[in-house]
């Protein structure tokens, strides 16, 4: 029997009760004769009151800062790695804990967003030959200066994927608070109906379209490295969803499922110069700034002269960007700036859209019947996203849903 990675989220571990709980699914593989090594989270909710006290303070000013930062808010990961360690040996099961710097998990040095480099696995092999379940940190690295690192938000994701792919990992199990893959956010749409399978490319089109269930570099490395990733939940033995490659999925639904983000602004710069490097002027300043612009959409004007630009950037990164904008006026030369963050995104996604016209048209068609106005539109070869007002999303996603007929959805894997 060979090596597996399980990965248990945030929920999974948030007590010591659930931390319990966990050990037993370790245990479990352990008597199928597997190896395991156990990627942690830190208890939910942890990591929100270390970045909170850092904020407290510091103005997180300078990149010196956030060296420390990370040094804090990698912290939560430590202590449930230790207690699922104490626990497993408590039952009988030989268990070591690990920290990311003693794996070591080689990153760069991009404090609070860290890309692993490289993982080295001499270590944790010895031990797991000697027979011990190696239970490391997720979210950490570090970096050549030896200083730790954290790899972003939801971080531990990759982590347990970069592991599963190192050590050439049978499957990578990732525990969740949800069982699943959903065909949309079932707290929203009651008859959500959970996928047996979904493939690589469509889970990276969702989770960056705004589904939570997986960072979406973890998914990507998945797909680069051909990583076995189950997503499940810690709460049942039921089997989850699992993530395939387009070409082992049996049926190409059209739509496999939709994904929405509430954290969206909309930006339109009115009569801007109709002429080339007008769009490096615009967008150069925001790359300098570190901001991501997802949506752009540019009017072509009949004489060629005058033309507005609308883009969507997050929420949180909307005040940044407008203060770019203006520090530019003179540069881009715009006549008017408009905002509106109350606006949200909805994608559907499916490779099926490869091969099946009219999907786009049936999207139109609902959100109008429903009187939903379309503020832009982008589509990929397996994604159609529209950007809404912010209050019609949950009326949208339950439109589409019944639309494309997704709770009756026959798959096969
Ligand atoms: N604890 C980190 C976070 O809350 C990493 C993770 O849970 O994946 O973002
Ligand atoms: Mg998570």
Redesign the pocket.
């Known amino acids: 029997m060979g090596l597996i990675v399980q990965k248990f989220?945030?929920t999974s571990v948030a007590t010591t009760e659930r931390i319990r709980n966990v050990s037993s699914h370790v245990a479990r593989e352990i008597r199928a004769g597997h190896q395991v090594i156990v990627v942690v989270?830190?208890m939910s909710g942890?990591?929100?009151s270390l970045v909170g006290y850092v904020r407290d303070v510091s103005l997180l000013d300078e990149v010196e800062a956030y060296a420390d930062h990370d040094l804090v808010v990698s912290s939560?990961?430590q202590v449930t790695a230790g207690l699922l360690a104490l626990r497993l040996r408590s039952m009988g099961i030989p268990a070591r804990a690990w920290a990311g710097w003693q794996v070591p998990i080689w990153t760069t040095d991009a404090y609070g967003k860290a890309r692993i480099e490289e993982i080295e696995t001499d270590n944790i092999r010895k031990s797991l030959a000697n027979g011990r379940v190696a239970v490391i940190t997720?979210?950490q690295g570090m970096t050549r200066e030896q200083r730790i690192t954290?790899l972003g938000?939801?971080?531990?994701?990759t982590s347990a994927v970069a592991i599963a792919a190192a050590f050439g990992a049978e499957r990578c199990d990732i525990y969740t608070d949800v069982d699943g893959v959903y065909t949309t956010d079932p707290r929203i749409v009651k008859n959500a109906r959970k996928l047996d399978y979904v493939s690589y490319e469509e889970m990276l089109e969702l989770a960056s379209a705004g589904a939570k269930v997986l960072?979406t570099r973890s998914v990507e490395m998945a797909m680069n490295h051909h990583v076995r990733l189950q997503v499940r939940t810690s709460f049942s033995e039921e089997a989850g969803t699992i993530l395939v490659k387009e070409e082992d999925l049996m049926e190409k639904q059209r739509v496999t499922g939709l994904a929405y983000s509430r954290d969206e602004a909309r930006i339109t710069l009115s009569n801007v110069d109709d002429r080339p490097g007008i769009s490096a002027a615009i967008f150069g300043p925001l790359a300098d700034a570190n901001i991501n612009v997802d949506m752009i959409v540019q009017n072509v004007t009949p004489d060629g002269k005058k033309t507005d630009v609308t883009f969507t950037v997050t929420k949180g990164d909307l005040a940044l960007a407008l203060s770019a904008l203006e520090a530019h006026r003179e540069k881009i030369g715009y006549q008017a700036i408009h905002q509106d963050a109350n606006v949200a995104k909805l994608s559907a996604v499916g490779v099926g859209m490869r091969s099946h016209a009219g999907v786009a048209q049936e999207m139109f068609r609902t959100l109008a019947e429903k009187g939903i106005n379309i503020i832009v539109i982008t589509t990929s070869e397996i994604k159609i996203s529209v950007l809404i007002e912010e209050s019609y999303i949950e009326l949208a996603l339950r439109a589409l849903h019944d639309a494309y007929g997704l709770h009756a959805v026959v798959e096969k894997g």
């Open positions: 989220g945030g989270s830190a942890v990591t929100d939560g990961e997720g979210f954290t938000r939801g971080g531990s994701d960072q």
